[in-house]
């Protein structure tokens, strides 16, 4: 296997420029690594003028991506560009029909279309290969198809996004509100290009969705994912959470449970001394859990040019060895239909804000909705100042269902004296 294996490039922005330095600057590494060359021959963005700290010269400049992914001198497309539908997903179709291997940093394009272009993919016999899609720069495609192959997974969870965690830990430390950190995050690249998607948590449902498939041989099934981001989360409820000995993270978990496969992504309080707990700023954490490995966690830098070079990287390799496995584990075309449980069947504990008019007998109006509900409170704090002001009230309730705990929040947003909608937060006993 000594011919050079010839790469195109579509999207030279964070991920392609980074993709391109690395490949320059390891070249001799990854020949010894391959047993044979790696050289990109082509590439395609919107602007052929802009610098973006790599010379291009020698290599062919394509305006329309997806004429590169059919035309071009090459084995391998590389797509860089982003997005579910559209151009990317045109560029990753033309390089399948073409015969051409996919390499995809897109975890949007995957999670909606995931299953259809690897089942197009393998028909065509080609590889499609996305391990820069999740979690950045740790290697948990490769581990979950290759080194966990052995294993039953029955839940996987982690911090998914490297924009939300890299926020919420400068609150933490900070002190700062979630707007105040968000910039940064986008100047450093590790934004999506529309950062929404990774406040609001699609980005890490987009992820946690190509886990589920991967770990549960399933279709992957976006759509079923229950979604919230860290929008609402305050400076106020991060220092109510360290109070009560926890850290607000957000989540992705994906679990085999009795009611079906249940998929969530959202804020969660998870006990400060849980070894994810201690996962700061950019960084990374999925863990693994099964009869064998009982848990697995690996951490790493979730976003950014160079842990996201290194992954494209990896897929690469792979390719030029000759590495054949099968998109998401077992062939597309024997992957089960998704089993969503829904999410008012999901069983777990619960942290509560209140903001309350500091008078008498207000907390009593609370306390009797949840003996009416039987929820069970675990503990509460209430720090009163002087009658008549409004002060938070916080209660934790120990397990209970989930579409119970919303008729008790809907029963207490009634209570006279409750002047704000009640704040809820999942807390995850990991
Ligand atoms: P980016 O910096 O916005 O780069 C996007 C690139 O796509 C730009 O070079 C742009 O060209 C090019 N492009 C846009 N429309 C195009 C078109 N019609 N034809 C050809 N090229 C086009 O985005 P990024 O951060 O590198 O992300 C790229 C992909 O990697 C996305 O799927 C993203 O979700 C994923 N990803 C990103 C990270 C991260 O940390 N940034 C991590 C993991 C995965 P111009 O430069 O000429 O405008
Ligand atoms: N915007 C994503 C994040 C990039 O912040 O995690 C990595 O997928």
């Known amino acids: ?139 948990i495609i490769k581990a979950m198809r290759e080194g966990l192959a052995g294993n039953s997974v029955t839940r996987i969870y982690g911090i998914l996004n490297g924009t939300c965690n890299y926020i919420l830990t400068r609150m933490r430390e900070e002190g700062l509100e979630f707007t105040d950190v968000l910039e940064d995050a986008q100047s450093l690249g590790y934004a999506e290009v529309d950062p929404s998607t990774d406040i609001d948590g699609v980005d890490a449902a987009h992820k946690l969705a190509i886990l589920a498939s991967l770990a549960f041989g399933r279709e992957v099934d976006f759509d079923s994912v229950h979604v919230e981001g860290i929008s609402r989360i305050s400076q106020m409820d991060i220092q109510f959470a360290e109070e009560l000995g926890f850290r607000i993270k957000l989540l992705g978990i994906a679990a085999i449970t009795d009611h079906g496969v249940e998929q969530r992504v959202h804020p969660c309080l998870v006990p400060a001394d849980v070894p994810i707990a201690g996962v700061e ?21 979730g976003a950014g040019e160079g842990p996201t070079a290194s992954a494209v990287v990896a897929d690469i390799v792979d390719i030029a060895r000759g590495l054949k496995i099968p998109t998401f ?56 100042r002087s009658p008549d002001e409004v002060v938070p009230v916080v209660m934790t309730i120990h397990e209970t269902e989930e579409a119970r705990t919303v008729r008790v929040i809907e029963a207490i947003a009634k209570v006279d004296g409750i002047v704000e909608p009640p704040v809820m937060i999942r807390i995850e006993n990991l």
Do not use: W
Request: glycine content about 10%; charged content about 25%; overall charge negative.
């Open 1 to 139: 296997m000594s011919q050079t294996l010839k790469i195109a490039v579509a999207g030279l922005g964070t991920v392609g420029a980074g993709t391109l330095k690395l490949l320059n600057a390891e070249s001799a590494l990854l020949k010894a690594r391959c047993g044979r060359s790696v050289q990109v021959t082509a590439v395609s963005a919107r602007d052929k003028s802009k610098d973006r700290g790599v010379s291009l010269d020698g290599l062919e400049f394509y305006d329309d991506a997806v004429e590169m992914a059919s035309k071009a001198d090459c084995d391998v497309v590389v797509e860089l560009i982003g997005g579910s539908d559209g151009i990317a997903k045109q560029v990753v179709e033309a390089a399948i029909a073409a015969g051409r291997h996919v390499v995809t940093a897109n975890k949007a394009l995957l999670a909606v279309h995931g299953s259809g272009l690897a089942r197009q993919a393998e028909e065509a016999g080609v590889t499609l290969a996305y391990e820069a899609a999740v979690a950045g720069g740790i290697p």
């Open 281 to 301: 700023d950019v960084f990374n954490a999925v863990v693994a859990e099964s009869e064998y490995i009982d848990s697995l966690m690996l951490e790493g830098r």
């Open 329 to 384: 584990a077992i062939p597309a075309v024997d992957l089960k239909s998704p089993e969503p449980a829904p999410m008012d069947r999901h069983y777990g504990a619960y942290y509560i804000r209140l903001m309350v008019i500091d008078r008498p007998g207000i907390f009593a109006d609370v306390a009797a909705i949840l003996r009416d509900h039987e929820v069970s409170m675990e503990s509460v704090l209430q720090y009163g």
